[in-house]
C-alpha cells in the first residue's frame, strides 16, 4: 500500500471515528429533538392501542440497540443475542419470585450477572470471527433455550409469570397505568440510548469501530483487541438484558421462547431495517418491524413464511437501512 | 457391555444422520465460502416431498431416490439466481448472504406450515428394512444399521470421488485459486450452483432417510441444524474429512451423555463445544486460519 492510499485511510478512520457522514450530524439532532418531542407527548394524543405499539416498539428498539453495538460499531454479527434478553427476563423472574428480593435488588444483579456471564461468553465466542463467530453465538443461545425448556424450577417451557412492575407508589403512581409505564420505558429506554451514545464517542467506541473497519491495523497499534471485543460483547449482554427486564414487566411474565434464535434474528433484521452503525437505527428498524409484524397478524396466521420472506428481502435489497439510505440521500442533495 | 454396544450404534446412527448434513454445509462453505443457514430447510423439504413420493408410489425406495430432488432444484435456483449474482453486485459479503439463507429457513418453515399444518407425519420402513438383528448378543433394528450403512457409503463415495475424479480435482482447484479455475476454460458458476445443489440434496437424502425414525414435521430442520452447526465448527468449517470425524464425535458425546448422564445430556455437547473453542478455534481438523 503506497504512503498516499495510507494517509488516505488514516483520514477515512478519522471521519469514521467522528460520523460516517460529516453532514449529517445537524440533520440527525434534528430527527432526534423531534422524534424526542412527538415521543414524549404520545400519550396526550394518541389511542391505548398505539400507546402499546409504542412501548413494544421501545422495548425491541433498546433491544435491537445492544445487538447494533455488535454488529453495527464492533462489526461482529451475532445470531444469539435473545439469549440475553432471557437471561434478563429470567433474572428478575428468579430474583422476585425464587428468592424474593425486591425488584430494585433484583434488577441490578441481573445486570451485573449477565455481564458476568456475558464476558466468559464472550471470551470464547470472540476467539472466532465471521461466519464461526455467528454459529458460536447460536449454538450458546441454543444452549439456554434447551436449559430454559428442561429447568424444573423456572418452570419449564410454560415459563414464569407475576413479574412486578416498578412500584412507583412513593410518587403517587402507579405502573400498572398504561400511561406511567409508558413514561417509565420511556425513560429507561432513553437512558440506554444515552449510554450507548456515550459508549460509541467514547474512546472505547473508536477503538471498536476501529476493529470493524481494520481489525489487524488496530492489533498494530498497540490495542488489546480481544479485550475489546469481549467488553462490547458483554455491553450488548447487558443493553439487550435491559430490554429483556422491560419485556418481562411488560408481559408480567417470561417464558423460553423469548431465548429462541428467531427472536436473536428478528434482532439482528431491526438492526438491519433501521441502518446499521447509526445511533437511532435500531429504534426505526424496530417501529417498522413492530408495525409490519401487527400488520402481518392482521390478515395471516403465516407468520414464519412472512417474516422469513421479508427477512430475505431487506437482506437482499436494503442492506444500508432507512437511516443510512437517508444519509446517503442527505450528501447527494448538499 | 451389551448397554455399550447399543449406545455406540445408537450414537453411530445419530453420528451419520447428522453428518450427511454436515457434509453438505461443509461443501458448500468449503467451495463457495457460504454459511447456509438454510440447509435445515432443505432437510425438512426432502422429508416432506418424500412422504409424498412415498404416498403417491408405496415405495420407500423412490421416496428415497425421488425426494432429494427438490432440495436438489431448490439449492441450485437458491445459489444460481440469488446468492450468486448478490456475491457478484459485491453488496453482500459472505456474513449477509448466510443471514439471507436464515431468512429462508423460516420462510421454508412457514411455507410447510402452510401446506401441512403443524401435525406429524412418519413414512413407513421399508419391508425389506423391518425387524431386527441379533449379533453380538444384542439385538439391533435392521433400519438403523441401514442408517449407519447409508452413511459410511456416502462418506466413501465422496472421498472417492473429490480426491480420485476429473470432478474432485476440479473442486478442490476451485476452492485453492478460483480464478485460474475459471481461465481454465470452466464454468464455476454452474459448477458452483450444481455443487450448491447438491450439498442440499443430500440434506433431503438425510430427510428421507431419517422419516421412519424420526417424525416429519414444519420445525423438523430448525432443531437438527444446530447440532450440524455445532459438528462443522467442531470439524474445521469447509474441512470435509474433519466434518465426518466431528459427526462421530458429536453424534457419540449426544448419545452417550444421555445414557449415561440424563442431567448433562443437555450440555455435553456444548461443553464439547466451548472445550474445542478454547483449545482449537479452528476446529480439531481445520488449518490454522490466517488472522484478519
Request: hydrophobic share 55%; glycine share 12%; net charge positive.
Amino acid at each position: 500500500m503506497s504512503a498516499e492510499s495510507l494517509c488516505h485511510k488514516d483520514r477515512e478512520f478519522q471521519s469514521l471515528k467522528l460520523s460516517t457522514f460529516p453532514d449529517s450530524r445537524r440533520a440527525s439532532a434534528a430527527l432526534f429533538v423531534l422524534t424526542g418531542a412527538v415521543v414524549c407527548a404520545l400519550p396526550s394524543f394518541a389511542s391505548g392501542y398505539a400507546m402499546t405499539l409504542a412501548v413494544e416498539v421501545m422495548i425491541a428498539g433498546v433491544f435491537a440497540s445492544g445487538i447494533n453495538l455488535l454488529i453495527g460499531y464492533t462489526g461482529l454479527v451475532s445470531l444469539g443475542q435473545a439469549m440475553f434478553l432471557g437471561l434478563g427476563g429470567y433474572g428478575i423472574a428468579v430474583g422476585t419470585a425464587l428468592l424474593g428480593w425486591p425488584l430494585w435488588v433484583s434488577a441490578p444483579i441481573t445486570l451485573v450477572v449477565v455481564a458476568m456471564i456475558a464476558a466468559a461468553i464472550g471470551a470464547i465466542c470472540t476467539r472466532t470471527r465471521g461466519v464461526e463467530f455467528l454459529l458460536i453465538t447460536l449454538a450458546f443461545s441454543q444452549m439456554f433455550y434447551g436449559a430454559a425448556i428442561k429447568l424444573r424450577w423456572t418452570n419449564g417451557s410454560d415459563g414464569m409469570s407475576g413479574i412486578p412492575r416498578p412500584d412507583l407508589s412513593q410518587l403517587g403512581l402507579s405502573a400498572h397505568s398504561p400511561v406511567v409505564f409508558y413514561y417509565y420505558i420511556l425513560t429507561v429506554s432513553a437512558l440506554a440510548l444515552l449510554l450507548l451514545w456515550r459508549i460509541v464517542n467514547s474512546p472505547f467506541g473508536s477503538v471498536l469501530i476501529g476493529i470493524r473497519e481494520n481489525e489487524r491495523r488496530v492489533m498494530s497499534m498497540g490495542y488489546a483487541v480481544a479485550n475489546y471485543k469481549i467488553g462490547a460483547f458483554a455491553l450488548s449482554a447487558v443493553i439487550c438484558a435491559v430490554a429483556g427486564i422491560l419485556q418481562a414487566q411488560y408481559t408480567y411474565f417470561v417464558n423460553p421462547d423469548s431465548m429462541s434464535w428467531q427472536v436473536s434474528g428478528e434482532g439482528v433484521l431491526m438492526v438491519i431495517i433501521g441502518g446499521t452503525n447509526v445511533i437511532l437505527g435500531p429504534f426505526v428498524g424496530a417501529a417498522v418491524f413492530v408495525v409490519v409484524k401487527q400488520a402481518l397478524s392482521l390478515i395471516t396466521d403465516e407468520y414464519n413464511l412472512f417474516f422469513g420472506i421479508f427477512f430475505m428481502l431487506v437482506v437482499a435489497f436494503f442492506r444500508g437501512g432507512i437511516l443510512g439510505t437517508l444519509r446517503t440521500l442527505i450528501g447527494k442533495w448538499r | 457391555m451389551q448397554l455399550f454396544l447399543l449406545q455406540f450404534l445408537n450414537g453411530f446412527q445419530l453420528s451419520m444422520l447428522v453428518f450427511l448434513l454436515a457434509v453438505g454445509l461443509t461443501l458448500i462453505f468449503g467451495l463457495m465460502n457460504i454459511l447456509n443457514l438454510a440447509h435445515g430447510a432443505f432437510f425438512t423439504m426432502g422429508a416432506y416431498f418424500g412422504l409424498i413420493i412415498a404416498k403417491a408410489t408405496g415405495s420407500f425406495w423412490a421416496a428415497l431416490l425421488i425426494g432429494p430432488l427438490l432440495p436438489f432444484a431448490a439449492g441450485f435456483v437458491l445459489q444460481f439466481y440469488v446468492l450468486q449474482p448478490l456475491a457478484e453486485r459485491g453488496r453482500s459479503t459472505h456474513l449477509d448472504l448466510a443471514l439471507l439463507t436464515f431468512g429462508l429457513l423460516f420462510a421454508t418453515a412457514g411455507a410447510v406450515e402452510y401446506l401441512y399444518g403443524s401435525s406429524f407425519y412418519s413414512i413407513a420402513t421399508p419391508d425389506l428394512l423391518k425387524g431386527r438383528i441379533a449379533f453380538l448378543g444384542i439385538e439391533y433394528p435392521t433400519y438403523r444399521l441401514f442408517i449407519i450403512a447409508a452413511g459410511i457409503s456416502v462418506a466413501a463415495a465422496l472421498s472417492l470421488v473429490i480426491d480420485r475424479t476429473l470432478i474432485g480435482a476440479t473442486l478442490r482447484a476451485g476452492v485453492d485459486n478460483r480464478e485460474m479455475v475459471t481461465a481454465l476454460g470452466i464454468n464455476i458458476n454452474v459448477l458452483f450452483a450444481l455443487v450448491f445443489g447438491f450439498g442440499s440434496a443430500l440434506a433431503g437424502f438425510a430427510g428421507v432417510v431419517a422419516a421412519p425414525v424420526m417424525s416429519i414435521y414444519s420445525n423438523m430442520g430448525i432443531g437438527i441444524v444446530v447440532t450440524t452447526f455445532v459438528v462443522v465448527v467442531v470439524g474445521g468449517l469447509g474441512n470435509l474429512k474433519g466434518s465426518f470425524y466431528a459427526s462421530l464425535i458429536v453424534g457419540m458425546t449426544d448419545t452417550f451423555s444421555q445414557a449415561f448422564f440424563p442431567e448433562a445430556e443437555l450440555f455435553a455437547v456444548y461443553a464439547l463445544l466451548i472445550a474445542v473453542m478454547i483449545i482449537r478455534p479452528q476446529g480439531l481438523f481445520g488449518a490454522v486460519g490466517r488472522l484478519a
